[in-house]
């Protein structure tokens, strides 16, 4: 969690709404991924980012390694949104993916 | 259905006694990996492994190894579990693109629990 730090740990939205989540990194991040663990534990793909910017659906997520952090927001909040939210950033093209904490997103009905 | 697979879901078992977790993926990727993910949801990589190399983390203890039979198979033995070893434990593969680290894929875990 030192090297990705993730922020807010915990959120809590309503139904439509939309919300940002943030990763910063004290690494050398060439590529990151952003994935959702929903309640079975299994992790879902959602973005795999090279610096720039990507759209699916009501996500959309921007990597800057620059500025050495990524965003994923969350447009139209629905209750299958609910899980946690990794992000994960390689550690020098070694093949390490390194991980924040998470966020842990629930959606209000 | 090409995707990545892990047995079993879970496993119960004492100290001291010697688990062996299997994974296989179907596609077609050439990188396999062992991650563990402990009580505080925190993921970190255990090994990484093509038909080149095997990288293994530093801090793994060595109780723990890789088993491989071709690329499309990455077990995890543990020879004596401890009660710190209850996790779940992920593989992942990834397709081989030289410098670049490529997307990784993710199987739906081993929780294993150490009484």
């Known amino acids: 969690g030192d090297k990705v730090k993730q922020s807010p740990s915990a959120l809590s939205l309503q139904e439509g709404t939309n919300s940002a989540l943030r990763c910063n990194f004290s690494?050398?991040?060439?590529?990151v991924q952003w994935f959702l663990q929903n309640p079975r534990g299994s992790l879902i793909n959602l973005f795999y980012l090279v610096p720039g910017t990507k759209e699916n659906g009501r996500l959309k997520s921007a990597f800057d390694s620059k500025e050495s952090y990524s965003t994923l927001h969350i447009r139209d909040a629905q209750l299958e949104d609910s899980g946690t939210y990794f992000c994960a950033a390689d550690e020098g093209n070694t093949g390490k993916l390194i991980f924040g904490l998470g966020t842990t997103l629930q959606v209000q009905p | 259905e090409t995707a990545v697979f892990q047995t079993p879901n879970y496993h119960v078992t004492q100290v001291g006694n010697e688990v062996s977790f299997n994974c296989k993926q179907t596609?077609?990727?050439?990188?396999m990996y062992w991650y563990k993910q402990d009580s505080k949801k925190l993921l970190k990589i255990m090994f990484s492994?093509?038909?080149?190399?095997?990288?293994v983390n530093e801090t793994v203890p060595r109780r723990f190894s890789p088993q491989s039979s071709d690329k499309a198979h990455l077990n995890l033995r543990i020879k004596s579990v401890e009660p710190e070893d209850s996790a779940v434990y992920l593989c992942?593969?990834?397709?081989?693109?030289?410098?670049?680290?490529?997307?990784?894929?993710f199987g739906p875990g081993t929780r294993l629990t150490v009484l």
């Open positions: 992942a593969s990834s397709r081989d693109r030289g410098r670049r680290n490529a997307e990784q894929f």
């Open positions: 690494i050398a991040a060439t590529t």
């Open positions: 492994y093509n038909n080149k190399q095997l990288i």
């Open positions: 596609l077609g990727h050439d990188t």
